[in-house]
């Protein structure tokens, strides 16, 4: 599991990441706040521990604008019994909130809770990036309340470029992908897969959303 930290005061962000890490958590820290939402994209965290009092854009605006593009679990770090703060951390889209200084074993709790409420925790079968969620266990790809049913072969293409958000992938790393069962594949069967996967993006309104990048591979 993949934990952000978005974290502004260098010693908090520190300890946050040192607690996390020893409870077997993968962890990215935000160091650069003009370009929080691009690292979230790209990172594409299982869940985003968010600070309000941040330079640039307060906490509330970057919940708002990462709500916009993902689904990912976000839990809001508010001021110790601020009854404000938590309604408008809801208001904004948050999944839950922690009243700063907080107790280590509360924080570990109320993300292990989110987790566990969102799939993330329990469910590795369920991927998310710029709000289209992949479900490879039931084979279906949703997105803005449409969702389609994916073959077997797409389930592995978009699983491995979701894996990958950003990066563009090798034609012959995806039909290393798709030789799983043994199965050999070819150039051609490939193009297939890809123009089938491509279709059902467009129809559900997804145009842009698998990029060819000639003579190099594919990428979201």
Known sequence: MKIAVIEDEAEIRAELEKLLKRYGYDVFCV????????DMERENPNLILLDIHLPY???FCICREIREKMTNPIIMLTSQNSDLEEVMSLQAGADDFVGKPYNPQVLLAHIEAVLKRSGAGMDSNRTSYKNVTLDSGRGVLE???TRAELTKNEIRILNLLMKKPGEIVSREEIMEELWQDGQFVDENTLNVNI??????????????FLETKRGMGYRI
């Open 31 to 38: 160091e650069d706040f003009t370009k929080t939402i691009e």
């Open 57 to 59: 854009k307060d906490g």
């Open 143 to 145: 997105y803005n309340g």
């Open 195 to 208: 123009m089938r996967l491509r279709k059902k993006l467009t129809e559900m309104g997804l145009e842009d």
